[in-house]
Structure formats: C-alpha cells, structure tokens
C-alpha cells in the first residue's frame, strides 16, 4: 500500500503542476505573449507541449527519486526540499531570462517555473511522511 500511495503523490503532483502551467501559459497567450524565441535551428516557439513536457518530466524524475530512496534515507527528503525549489528558480535565470522573448512571455514562463516550487515542498513532504511510515514498519517487523 505505501507504494501506490508514493506513486499516488508523485502523479498527482505532475497533473498538478501541468494543469496550473497550462492555466498560466494559457493567461500569457491571451495577455499577448508570443512565446517564440531564436534556437539555435532558428525561430522556435514554446506552445503547450513544451509546457506541459518541462513541468511534467523533471518533476516526475525529481519525485521518484525522493519516493524510491527516502524509506532508506530520511536525508533525501531534506536534501530534495532545498534542491527542488533552487533548480526551480534556478532554471529561470538559466533558461528563461537569457531566452529573446518577450517580457509576458519571460514573465510568464518565470511564473510557471515558480507554481512548481509550492508543489514540489507539498509533494515532498508528503513523500516524507510516507517515508517515515515505511520505516517505522520496517523497524517494528525486525
């Protein structure tokens, strides 16, 4: 039972951060944000598959490793409340704001790179107490 309710958590955080950044990104559009930025290959655009792969697949990652590894380690969940939140932020100074976008695109894709930080300290912490449940179960059984 901990299992799904670890898997549990981690899917309802990765609908939830989905659902908010399409929200978000969806307010940008209608707010005149063009989205579209010079690559490397030459104009690109992020358009909601974009969104929803850059909230959806490093979060996923993030959070499975802290649901397999902290029943082992309580460490982790700690490790993952400081680190989660830092790459969040960090990523908007890596990758948003050296961008050529627009300033509502840049503010836009700011806002969905900061909706992640309130799940991911939600999600974590819920990873924890599921955590301690799992050792303690473990500790009580040997």
Same mark, same amino acid.
């Given at each position: 039972?901990?299992?799904?309710? *670890?898997a549990a958590v981690v899917a309802a955080a990765v609908a939830a951060a989905v659902v908010v950044n @399409? /929200? /978000?990104? $969806?307010?940008?559009r209608a707010a005149g944000g063009t989205f579209r930025f010079t690559a490397? !290959? $030459?104009p690109a655009e992020v358009d909601a598959i974009t /969104? !929803?792969?850059?909230s959806a697949v490093p979060l =996923?990652?993030?959070l499975t490793v802290v &649901? =397999? @590894? &902290?029943p082992f380690a309580s460490w /982790? !969940? *700690? &490790? &993952?409340l400081i680190a989660g939140p830092a790459l969040a932020v960090g990523t908007i100074l890596g990758m948003t704001v050296p961008a050529d976008f627009d300033t509502t695109s840049t503010v836009t894709l700011a806002l969905c790179h900061l909706t992640l930080v309130p799940i991911i300290v939600v999600a974590v912490r819920a990873l924890a107490r599921r955590a301690e449940t799992v050792r303690a179960a473990r500790t009580s059984a040997a």
């Open positions: 039972m901990p299992d799904r309710s *670890r @399409l /929200v /978000v990104h $969806g307010i940008g490397a !290959t $030459g /969104v !929803t792969g850059f =996923l990652i993030g &649901a =397999l @590894l &902290a /982790v !969940t *700690r &490790a &993952a």
